[in-house]
């Protein structure tokens, strides 16, 4: 059966029903989400999502929707994730993409076993520092203020996204990637409407895409204008792209094609990338061992350098040694002892977080005991010393107004997470580095590609420094999976820059330590450091005003530089995305953030 994108809810309805199988989708389960699990965040928008046989929840409601179209013909969570994570091509354009790159955490319920795998990121071998000097640099489209991305060819990095995708569908789906890439192109070819938060997205970064003709063509509408809400955004080079790979395989984009298509581009256009640097790209994904701690009774697990992850990781034991449920949540107390951590872990994955194959990375130190008391030691101390000098403090600073610039939407990465009714975990995070990445889209290919080496420092001895072939050491590999007895109970994810490595601990503590559901935990005020590459230690805290004002002001008299200025709800604090799944009642939780057009759907 076809369906438009329009007519896709009530033609699945017709063709389940007509198959004998029935598809739940989180509409139906409005009122009994709510009243099956309460509700702990009473500034909440959304009940969470429910479901028993499956459950997607993405950044995006047609993503999801493509997600569950594959779970209810019998697809799997890998076939799921996959298929969403396409899908996003087409509707959250600016953040990821094929031409992007990403991480995976997935278990396997099959053989009870969570590997981890890195999709992509490497420089160019070809690379040459002294041809970047002259680069034109605009806003990192992430609301960041003063971060300056550098934009077009120069700064792409080899992209692994669809060698991803490809490898987990080959080794543990249970789809051909084909049939898993039909949302995606018929969203591309049909066309997807821009709502307000896209408009938003798009009024933010289009100085990225103007100078680069064939981007611009795409992204801007015939007079050069962005897309506006109400606007239906195609992307018909790249649906007749993905086309391609979904009837000859991944190889043509890698290895065909597709492939000499893109290297003839960057070689005219003054990039780095070649044919070399492509072909090499299935044969440098394989599946690692995830780094993995004890917290309050689960096996977490996070993937490995390059992925930071390791810095929640340090995050979680430091603040497992505090009773947190005693201090409250988001307390002065907690508060002040979660900024400490986040901001001692922080200063750890900048100094000694990189590519493996070219730097030692010592993640047993770093996870070791002694460390950890360590620095938790240094956390009491540091919150102890501010709360005896706050008086030095304690002139009144009044809340900053929400500033209605649309920097509380703007974002470039994405994260997404999938469970199957057999047990089957997944969660991805992929990205395109700054917003629409590069700017750049490489010939008549459609495809934005990412900026990823703007995410390098040139000095080759850090351990993020540039050499050629080298792995970029990301933030966006920080993802988290909390087993219990063997099995998943929950996963999540989230996009925001460094913030990354600060929302998913706060997501997860929500859930874990104070007994939120999943979208309860997403949707609770949160904070993050201004911690940005050359940042670090950072000086200021963007933190929500939905925290109570007695709260920030007592964090201020204790010398805490906190800005308000983005309000209630900043997409700054990041755009998490997490299942959970209670195994005494059957039922999946899903929950999407509201700060972005994220939507969970289970069935």
Known sequence: MICSVVDTLECLRQGFLRRGKTFLF???????????????????????????????ATAHPLASLAGQKILA???????????????????EPFMSGTGGVGYMLYYSAKDKKTRSLVFGGWAPKNFDPGKVKDIVKFDDGAGHGSRMEGIGPRTVAVPGNLAGWDRAIKDFGTMPLSKVLESAIQYLEEGVPVTEYDQAMWAGIVQRVAPHPHAAAIFLKPDKSPYKIGDIFTNKPLAQTMRRIAQEGADVFYKGAIAREIAESFQKDGGFITLEDLAA??????????????????KVYNNPPPGMGLQQMQTLKIMEGFDVQKMGHNSVEYLAHLFEAVNLSRIDSDKYIGDPDFVEVPVKRLLSEEHIKGQRQKVAERVKERLANRKKHSSFIPLAPLQETGDQYRYATTSL?????????????????????????????????????????????????????????????????????????????????FGILQSVPQVAMNVIDFGMNIQDAISAPRFRWKDEMGSVPAKEIIIETRIPKETLQSLREMGYQLDTSLGDWSMTVGGAQGVWIDYKTGWITGGADPRRNGYAIGW
């Open 26 to 56: 989180t509409g139906l389960y409005l009122g009994l989400a709510g009243s099956l699990f309460g509700q702990a965040a009473k500034t909440n928008l959304r009940p969470a999502a429910a479901g028993r046989k499956g459950m997607v």
């Open 281 to 298: 790209v299935p044969g440098r994904l394989k599946w690692a061992e995830p780094i993995s701690i004890d917290y309050h009774g689960y």
């Open 417 to 497: 997470s999938a469970v199957d009714q057999w047990g089957n975990a997944v969660v991805i995070t992929q990205t395109l580095g700054g917003g629409f990445g590069s700017g750049y889209v490489a010939g008549n290919t459609g495809v934005a590609f990412n900026n990823a080496l703007e995410w390098m420092t040139i000095d080759p001895k850090a351990a993020n420094g540039f050499r050629p072939g080298k792995g970029v050491s990301w933030c966006i590999g920080g993802m988290m999976q909390f087993h219990k007895d063997g099995k998943p109970h929950l996963v999540v994810g989230s996009p925001g820059s």
């Open 73 to 91: 013909e019998g697809g799997n969570a890998i076939d799921a994730i996959v298929a969403a994570a396409a899908s996003l091509n087409a509707v």
